[in-house]
């Protein structure tokens, strides 16, 4: 559908922000091309992520509670952080806003303005749910947050009654006993922590279908998409970007680009004058296939998402299968997968779940998330940047979670642009 204020836009990126942002932007009515330089959507930090769609626990990385744990975390030899220091003064300096953020302040501004993001994400996707009937193993189980400690439980008591007051779904406290009553597979695991938050309203759905269908919607309606294209450069004239050009010198104008390519949109955006607080974080997925154990004994498996706070672990069901997910890498540009990071991944699966089994291909995956040191992500125009410039990205492990509501406020700023 094209109106008088249409515009042809460009997005480079078909993770789950860019592909998201193309299609709100396409039904708005503009013309879209997307480019990407893999061969299909997902193919970086959206492939493998948690797949929990976490729009009411929405706890900022940055909490003042990091404080009293980092010690822990940045010594143990199975830590779930890993930093690696880097010659490299974009890591120090997003290291140091990161710690900057960790106050109770800071976290309580962060925390509103996700709620709000997320809310109306979860809108924009149950629409588009809903419209265009996308099936990727999407449902509403639930989620529990588990805590080792009573300290961490009164802790995370604090911020149900922030997110409260804040106009967030209901959640509750709930004991060990209540936790293996919501979620029976977790039976055996229960006795070992000390409650949890519970969640019913949660959801979780497969990010990698997702974006498959969105990149053939895309395509049906008219979008070009340009996979296994790399951006080159930008010819900027009169504040402006004239054009994109690709490796193989293919110049594509448009009215608007959109930076949503993940962690590399800060190395783009430095190209062209604008800096941007936006650091990979590295973490690791395995997906074990339970359509056996499940046949046997339906307690095998989760059925409610399940988020382990002491091992920075998620499990999230799809279908007949359990998406593990977790750790985080400061670590630079190393995209290689660490095979002891796997193994971790399968022995947490163990402990928490045992009746799940581990044999066959588990799909070991890793992906680079683009974090900002507060945790939100960064959408819009940005100052000194050519003025058709806008960013997508800094989402962090909340991308399949924020994509559709950042993707509504892009659609909304380009309109009063």
């Not at 480019?35 to 299909?40: H, I, W």
């Not at 900057?100 to 303005?113: I, L, V």
């Not at 009937?133 to 588990?146: E, F, I, R, S, Y």
Request: glycine share 10%.
């Amino acid at each position: 559908m094209k109106t008088e204020q249409s515009k042809h836009i460009c997005v480079v990126g078909a993770g789950i922000v860019g592909l998201a942002s193309a299609y709100v932007l396409q039904q708005a009515g503009h013309r879209i091309t997307l480019v990407e330089r893999a061969a299909q959507p997902a193919a970086g930090a959206s492939g493998g992520n948690g797949a929990q769609l976490s729009y009411s626990y929405v706890q900022p990385l940055a909490d003042p509670g990091i404080w009293k744990m980092l010690p822990k975390l940045l010594l143990e030899k199975d830590s779930p952080l890993k930093f690696r220091p880097q010659i490299d003064p974009r890591q120090w300096s997003w290291g140091l806003q990161f710690l900057g953020a960790c106050n109770g302040e800071t976290s309580r501004d962060s925390t509103r303005q996700l709620l709000a993001l997320a809310a109306r994400s979860r809108l924009e996707f149950e629409s588009a749910l809903h419209r265009d009937a996308l099936h990727c193993d999407q449902h509403t189980p639930g989620k529990l947050v588990l805590f080792a400690s009573q300290q961490g439980l009164d802790d995370a008591a604090r911020q149900v009654a922030l997110q409260a007051q804040l106009g967030g779904a209901p959640q509750r406290i709930v004991d060990a006993s209540e936790v293996a009553r919501i979620e029976p597979a977790l039976n055996a695991y229960a006795p070992r922590i000390a409650g949890a938050v519970h969640t019913p309203s949660e959801s979780a759905a497969d990010c990698r279908m997702l974006c498959q269908q969105l990149s053939a919607l895309l395509v049906e309606r008219g979008a070009t998409l340009l996979y296994g294209t790399q951006a080159a450069g930008y010819d900027v004239q009169g504040g402006a970007i004239r054009a994109l050009r690709t490796a193989s010198g293919q110049e594509l104008h448009a009215d608007h680009f959109v930076l949503a390519s993940g962690w590399e949109s800060a190395i783009q955006a430095r190209a062209l004058g604008v800096q941007i607080p936006v650091y990979p974080l590295k973490g690791y997925s395995i997906t074990v296939d339970a359509s056996d154990a499940l046949a046997t004994s339906p307690d095998a498996a989760p059925s409610v998402s399940v988020t382990d706070t002491a091992r920075k672990v998620v499990f999230a069901r799809l279908g007949d299968r359990v998406r593990v997910a977790g750790m985080v890498e400061i670590v630079g540009r190393d995209t290689r997968l660490e095979p002891e990071r796997i193994r971790s991944l399968a022995t947490s699966t163990r402990e928490v779940f045992p009746q799940l089994p581990l044999q066959g291909d588990l799909q070991p995956w890793t992906g680079m998330r683009p974090a900002t040191p507060r945790g939100l992500p960064i959408t819009g125009r940005q100052r000194g940047g050519p003025s058709n410039l806008w960013m997508q990205t800094g989402h962090g492990a909340l991308g399949l979670t924020l994509a559709f509501g950042s993707a509504a406020e892009l659609r909304e700023q380009i309109r009063l642009a």
